[in-house]
C-alpha cells in the first residue's frame, strides 16, 4: 500500500503565507523557515483553473536550475500532484491536468524585463527578492493581470539585507532600533499608493483612495491604485520539519559570522558589516611558536591597485601566510604589508615563495587576477616569474565583506564561544594586523583583510597539503599533493 502524501503548509507563518488575502505578500526574513516550500506551494490552489499561471522569478538561471534550487524543490513537491508534467521547452515549467501552469525564469538585468512585455501573469513570484532592483519588482507588477477569474497577486520571499530597498520597503513591520520584526504586525496588511515612484503608506483602501484623489489622480483612477500589502515574518524555528531531518541546519548558522548570524538566525533588518563585528583580537588565542601540527598552509595576496595613494604615497601589498592545523584550526603565522612602488612587488613576492618554501615546506601561493586582458598578462607574467612553486591567479568574485566572511566566521567562532576558531603567532606585525582587522570594513586600508580572506579560501579549496614538520623541527618536512 502506497504512503499517502500530503501537500500542506506547516502551522504558523508558512501558513500565514498561503492564507493571506494581500495582494503582495513577502515571507521570511530569515534562513530556513521554510520559503521557497511555501512559494512553491501556493500555485496549487488554483491547479484546476485552466486559464491559471504564475511564473517563479530568481535573479540567476544557475539558481533556478542548481541542486536544490527552484527547480529541484519544485520536482520533490509538484510530482505528488497527479496528473503533472515537468516540461524544459520553451522555459522549465510545470503543467497540471486541467491546464495551469507553473513556470521558472530569472530576471539577471533590469533590461530582462523588456522580455516581458504584453504578457499576462497571474501569480508573480520572487524567491530572494532582495536579489532584485526595485525596478525589477515594479515593472513586473505592470504584467500582474490576468482573466483566469483569479485576482492577480504578488508572492515574494527573501532573508534580511539592510542595504536593499527592501528593508524601506516593509520597514513598518520592522522594530527600528532592533531591526527584529515586530511579531504583532507579521500579516498585518497595509495599502500603497505608488506615485511618481514615491510609496505612500495607508491603513486602509479608503485612505488610500482618498490620498491618490487629494494627489491629483482622478477619482475613477484613484480607485484602481491602492495595492494592498503584508509581510510575514519567519525563522528556522518555524520550519519544524527541517529542524527534525536536518539537525545540523541550526548549527551551520550559529557558525556563521555575527552579521550573518543576525540576518539567517535571527532575521535581523539592521545589522550590517561595521567596525569590530568582524573581527575582535580578543577571540584568538597567540602562540609564542608555530605548532607542529599544520598540515596546509596558503599564502594570499593583495596587491596595490595602484603604484600610489591620493596623496602620491606608493600603495599597500599584503602577503597573509595561514596554516590548517589537524585539528581543524587555523594560524595566522606571517604577514607581510608595505608599501611598494610596482617595480619592488614582482620581487618581494618571489623572495617570500623562496623564504615560506625553505621555512614551511609546500606552500600554495594565491595571487588576485584583474579581469580583462592586463589580468591575463599580469597573470602568466607571475607564473613565469614563480615557476617551480605552487601558485594560482584567481579571479575574486564578491565584494571584500563577502569574500572576508568565511574567514571571520572561524575567527569569531560559534555564538557564546569565549574564543574562535583561529590562532595568531605572536610577532611584531601583530599590532598593525589586528588595528586593520578590527576597523574592517571602516578602515582606509583593508589590504591585509584581503589576503586573509584569499589565504583562507585557498586552505579550503582541497588543494596542495603539506606534512606536520618532523620532530617538530620547521624546514625539515615531507610533502604531498591531495
Known amino acids: 500500500m502506497k504512503e499517502k502524501i500530503v501537500l500542506a503548509p506547516q502551522k504558523g507563518p508558512q501558513e500565514m503565507f498561503l492564507a493571506t488575502s494581500a495582494d503582495i505578500c513577502i515571507y521570511g526574513g530569515a534562513a530556513g523557515g521554510g520559503k521557497t516550500f511555501g512559494l512553491l506551494l501556493e500555485p496549487l490552489r ?50 497540471f491536468k486541467r491546464g495551469a501552469s507553473v513556470n521558472f525564469a530569472h530576471l539577471g538585468r533590469d533590461e530582462d524585463c523588456d522580455d516581458w512585455q504584453g504578457s499576462q501573469l497571474t501569480m508573480i513570484g520572487f524567491d530572494e527578492l532582495t536579489h532584485f532592483s526595485e525596478y525589477q519588482f515594479f515593472y513586473m507588477l505592470s504584467r500582474n493581470r490576468t482573466d483566469s477569474g483569479v485576482k492577480p497577486y504578488v508572492r515574494a520571499t527573501c532573508n534580511p539585507d539592510a ?14 532600533e532592533t531591526g527584529y520584526p515586530i511579531p504583532e504586525r507579521s500579516g498585518v496588511i497595509r495599502w500603497m499608493v505608488r506615485l511618481n515612484e514615491v510609496v505612500t503608506w495607508f491603513d486602509s483602501r479608503e485612505e488610500a483612495v482618498q490620498g491618490a484623489i487629494e494627489n ?38 550559529q557558525a556563521m559570522t555575527l552579521v550573518q548570524r543576525e540576518r539567517l ?28 601540527d599544520v598540515i596546509k598552509w596558503a599564502r594570499g595576496w593583495d596587491l596595490a591597485a595602484t603604484s600610489e595613494d591620493e596623496k602620491g604615497d606608493p600603495a599597500y601589498t599584503a602577503g597573509v601566510l595561514i596554516g590548517k592545523r589537524r585539528n581543524g584550526r587555523y594560524i595566522v603565522a606571517d604577514v607581510i604589508n608595505r608599501r611598494l612602488s610596482s617595480s619592488d612587488v614582482r620581487e618581494i613576492i618571489k623572495q617570500t615563495c623562496i623564504a615560506d ?24 607574467s607571475f607564473m613565469k616569474l614563480l615557476a617551480g612553486f605552487t601558485v594560482k591567479c584567481i579571479q575574486e568574485s564578491g565584494d571584500k565583506v563577502t569574500r572576508a566572511e568565511p574567514f571571520s566566521a572561524q575567527w569569531l567562532g560559534l555564538e557564546g564561544m569565549d574564543k574562535g576558531n583561529v590562532d595568531v603567532l605572536i610577532a611584531p606585525w601583530n599590532e598593525e594586523y ?21 589565504a583562507f579560501t585557498e586552505l579550503e579549496s582541497g588543494a596542495t597539503y603539506s606534512a606536520p614538520p618532523k620532530d617538530s623541527q620547521l624546514g625539515k618536512s615531507s610533502y604531498w599533493n591531495k
Open 216 to 253: 491629483g489622480v482622478k477619482p475613477e483612477q484613484a480607485e484602481t491604485m491602492p495595492k494592498s500589502v503584508t509581510f510575514i515574518a519567519s525563522t528556522l524555528h518555524d520550519n519544524k520539519i527541517l529542524m527534525k531531518n536536518d539537525p545540523g541546519y541550526l548549527a551551520n548558522l
Open 46 to 95: 488554483y491547479m484546476n483553473n485552466p486559464d491559471y499561471n504564475a511564473t517563479i522569478f530568481r535573479r540567476d538561471y544557475t539558481q533556478v536550475t542548481s541542486p536544490g534550487g527552484l527547480w529541484d524543490s519544485s520536482r520533490k513537491i509538484y510530482r505528488y500532484v497527479k496528473g503533472s508534467r515537468p516540461l524544459k521547452t520553451p522555459k522549465l515549467h510545470w503543467t
Open 357 to 380: 618554501r625553505a621555512k614551511y615546506g609546500r606552500v600554495a601561493t594565491r595571487l588576485p587576477q584583474d579581469p580583462g586582458q592586463a589580468g591575463k598578462d599580469q597573470a602568466q
Open 265 to 292: 538566525l535571527h532575521g535581523n533588518w539592521k545589522i550590517k558589516a561595521a567596525a569590530g563585528l568582524m573581527f575582535k583580537r580578543v577571540k584568538v588565542n597567540m602562540l609564542e611558536e608555530i605548532p607542529p
Open 163 to 176: 542595504d536593499s530597498w527592501v528593508a524601506e520597503f516593509i520597514s513598518w513591520w520592522i522594530n527600528q
Open 434 to 454: 589586528f588595528n586593520e582587522c578590527e576597523n574592517f570594513p571602516q578602515s582606509k586600508f583593508k589590504d591585509m583583510v584581503d589576503a586573509s580572506s584569499s
